[in-house]
């Protein structure tokens, strides 16, 4: 692994790996043991739009395992504004630090990126292309919630054509014998694309309108917001925007440890009532995202 | 003490306790000491707006400290323009660090935070709520400059009626022995809640439109800008802008050690002349920021 | 050298002091060495409009040195948006930090904060006025690339003008016996000003609007790229934009060992194929930015 651009780069191997420096990073994540494993190392956080979630996790990663940070917190970038290329930014960059964690709206963006310099690159999403280390995030989630992941109910809701996040996470999956249920209106369905690889990798898998017809029987539920922009008539959106809010009814009608889980941020679709249940891990699951990227900083610099 | 949200939160105990921490963080805050008090403690400045001073302010005073700081520096947050609530990003953020400096444009929204994480949240300014630490700063300024506070004649000046930090500071005053005069044109005068609550607290105050009736007997005269966007009638603002014009001349007619107060940034209700006379208190003032923000953060992270 | 304002403010002397230091931090900016010796030292890069390599250089500089950051990143500054002057920000941000580095679109900005603090001040760029830095480590990349300078024959191409970055290179080369060639459309001419001080001092110089003229008997070729904004009919920018386009033909028309500098962003003023090149000097001479800028930080901070 010299570079983090695509969840499609994963063996089996290097997730069970990644996870296992992850969770020796847990106790550091959460400031229990001080770490001085990246002194004198230097990540650059570019990011070209602002995700202040993500950069956070990929800073504090980095600070509470001894290295340092400079960053970029969002898209006021002269150069950029000068017209400079990604390729060019990222090879001065490059020269400066140890390692650069890119966000770019363009797809394609952190792979010319990696090509760009011999310093390791991570994605920290591009565009509506991959977004990896949140989908190395959410099936760490999983595996901790669940104390493993072979022989569980999946079930992707919500926005399935175009959340990245459900792409990227369905992906890794295939490194597991899941089952999927894909639940979504029939306008955001998961692409053909997705679900042909998924036939291919012989994972098992359902389409659903419906998510009452499969609430009791998910062990995960991964839930992904409805954004009113996909939709070209505004009534269509309201007849599906509220579909799948998660309530503690909804939950109610669940497996009893079922677990609730969502990217964030969360809007109407998840209920605030929910937040106390002890199976809403949407925000344990915002924090694995340290210790993953703690995991990934390590590896790629040769430190773990 | 578990949050610093609102000046009212203050005992006098309190009081003095942060001003002998700060008093004690002096050396370090000049640079003359190192710390490594708050190591391996990381802090969040969560600015929802621009603030450039106060954000510096708690930033130096955590690095000095041996601390670490991971930063917003202005209100371009993505999940903000998604919409997230700061309930949800207080959570998240709570989870990566162990203390927070927040700054919004919502009075209340401090509290809001302090509610959504279990580590300590410092109120950085809420709109037009409260600034806690600029008044707790206002007032060791004064102890500072003055060696005590009992028996002080403090003038506040200028915009009585919508200065956020004047009402703060008048709050913190009650806990002394002081006389405070109120100067402000008719149509700025300081909120009757306030003055009901100093006669409630038995503090002696007295309301002037006039500044050289009371120029000769006092010790402290704290100014603020009278803001433009105050008034609907441009002709109003023209009347009364620049009648506590501090110069020379108007120092003159003071105590000779009479200490000139501001919470920056001033505009031309101070003259650059002023600088230059041992009076000019305020930027000694913006940099008690720093030792009392040192003291709050490690009262607060238990290593005062 | 209290401050860094001006490239016209160093003799022979302190540019031959610089480079040693700047040599010595080499091994640190690369990394492959550790450094404490800016430890308890605490530098701002205010930064008025955004410049993320020169900010980026700065910043990586400080920080392998062991020193620590507090940054802003782009315009949104609240104080000046609330009028503040430049004087007052850095007079309160000096009383914070040990050492200022500032940006600002006012020619004499730096002057101004220079003289509002006793810490030290380094202009990292004032609008059109001067940019010092950058001149410095254009100088040290020529050193590095040729192992001296005196001898030299060096071509200054494009917007000889209004590029700031020529300008003060120009006036730095005036400290050796080297030979300059300005290239340039006869709109874009060097300033009068800037010739006459170069006879003043005795440097030879040639003018000429034909690359191809002198690309046979340059050591150096420094590009700049030639902005449309300067151009008040479109029709005379198109007719000059690509006159001195670098693409591998016009490298091999000259020496050898011919180094090709640009200050970056660089546009199509250069060709991507030129990269490849081991005379493509440019993205080594953006690197060169941090042990110069490490040196200026050590020796304004005493630490030499």
Known sequence: MNDIISSRQF?????ERIFEVATGMEPISRGEEESQLLRNKYLATLFFEASTRTRFSF?????????????????????ITKGESVHDTVKVVGNFVDIIAIRHPQVGSALIASKATNKPVINAGDGHGEHPTQALLDLFTILKEKNGINGLKI???????????????????????????????EILRAPESLLAYLKEKGVSYH??????????????????????????????????????????????????????MHPLPRLEEICEEVDELPNAAYFRQSFYGVPIRMALLAILLGKA
């Open 207 to 260: 389409e659903t309108e419906d998510l009452e017809e499969v609430i009791g029987q998910i062990d995960v539920l991964y839930d992904t917001r409805i954004q009113e922009e996909r939709f070209a008539d505004p009534k269509e959106y309201e007849k599906v925007k509220n579909c799948y809010t998660i309530d503690k009814e909804m939950v109610g009608k669940g497996k009893e440890d079922i677990s609730i």
């Open 59 to 79: 800073e504090i990663a980095m600070l509470r395992l001894g290295g340092q940070v400079i960053n970029t917190t969002n898209v006021a970038f002269s150069s």
């Open 155 to 185: 079930a992707l809701v919500g926005d399935l054509r175009f959340g990245r996040t459900i792409h990227s996470l369905a992906q890794l999956l295939t490194h597991y014998d899941v089952e999927i249920f894909f639940v979504s209106p």
């Open 11 to 15: 063996a089996r191997d290097d997730l």
